[in-house]
Structures are given as structure tokens and as C-alpha cells.
């Protein structure tokens, strides 16, 4: 069994976010050393991808930013991202902008704009993002509803930072 395989099993094994902070940093320098590596995780291990949605949402800036910097490196493909592009629809894009627009820490906020800066070479990231901004900010008014996160209020939230 090769270290992919290895820290994929090992990381989606972890008891806690916690415990896979230095698996996911791992996996992201692995795959941005080895860029075909990406390509694999993403066909091969789809119980990553699950792990990686965990991370998230976890309450730790330091986890989050791991996740965030692996993704930009898996999203970096394109063959990886047109797998992963029910992904990001159905879980990924709310949750991506919600974490962009909570971030407190450089780390995550560089993490969390080179991940965007991967998903923008990409017509249909950059249609999904816009077409859940307009209907978040169609629903009420430019601000949107408490809770809806667009990415032109994010980017302005952190252009201002």
C-alpha cells in the first residue's frame, strides 16, 4: 500500500477533525508535488471527499485551511474537477463561501481565495457560484437572507480586511 492510499485510509479513519490536521496538510503537498496524484484521490478514495466536507464545517481555522488548500489542489485538475462538480453543487459551493466568509485567519482566507482562484478557471464553478449569489440575493433584496452567503459580499468583506 503506497502513502496515498495510506493516508487517504488514515484520514478518513480519524476519530476527530483534530487528528487529521497533519494528514490533510500531508495530502495537500503530496498532491501539489505529484499533480496526478489529485486525479486518483478523487476516483479512487470518494470517502474522502465525505472527510473533507467534515472538516469544513469543524471549529478550527487550522483544519479548515487544510481542507481548503487540498481541495484547491484537487480542483487544480481538470479531470478531478469534472468529477467533483456534483460535489462542489450539492455540498461544497454553500459551505466554501460560508467558511471564506468567516475566516479569521490569513492562513484560511489565502487557502480559502486560492481555492476560488482554481474553481474561477472553470465555467461551470463560476456559473454555479454567480447563480447561487443571484438567487440568495434575489430572495431578499442585495444583502440576501441571514445565513446566505454570496460571493460578491464576501470578496467585499474581504477586499475591506
Known amino acids: ?8 485510509l488514515k484520514l478518513c479513519n480519524m476519530p476527530s477533525m483534530r487528528g487529521s490536521l497533519a494528514t490533510l ?3 495537500g503537498k503530496l498532491v501539489d508535488a505529484i499533480p496526478a496524484l489529485a486525479d486518483k484521490l478523487v476516483m479512487e478514495h470518494r470517502d474522502l471527499m465525505e472527510h473533507l466536507v467534515r472538516g469544513l464545517v469543524y471549529p478550527s481555522e487550522g483544519v479548515q ?3 481548503c488548500y487540498l481541495y484547491g489542489k484537487l480542483y487544480s485538475s481538470p479531470t478531478a474537477a469534472e468529477v467533483l462538480s456534483g460535489h462542489f453543487r450539492e455540498k461544497l459551493c454553500p459551505l466554501f463561501l460560508s467558511t471564506l466568509d468567516g ?13 476560488l482562484r482554481q474553481l474561477l478557471k472553470y465555467d ?4 454555479m457560484i454567480m447563480n447561487k449569489s443571484a438567487l440568495a440575493e434575489s430572495a431578499d433584496g442585495v444583502e440576501g437572507p441571514p445565513g446566505e452567503t454570496t460571493l460578491p459580499l464576501v470578496l467585499k468583506k474581504v477586499l475591506v480586511l
Not at 1 to 8: E, H, I, L
Not at 103 to 115: D, F, P, R
Request: aromatic letters at 4%; proline letters at 0%; glycine letters at 6%.
Open 103 to 115: 475566516a479569521q485567519t490569513k492562513e484560511l482566507q489565502i487557502n480559502c481565495l486560492g481555492l
Open 124 to 127: 461551470l464553478f463560476v456559473s
Open 65 to 67: 485551511a487544510s481542507v
Open 25 to 27: 496538510t500531508l495530502l
Open 1 to 8: 500500500m503506497g502513502v496515498r492510499q495510506t493516508s487517504a
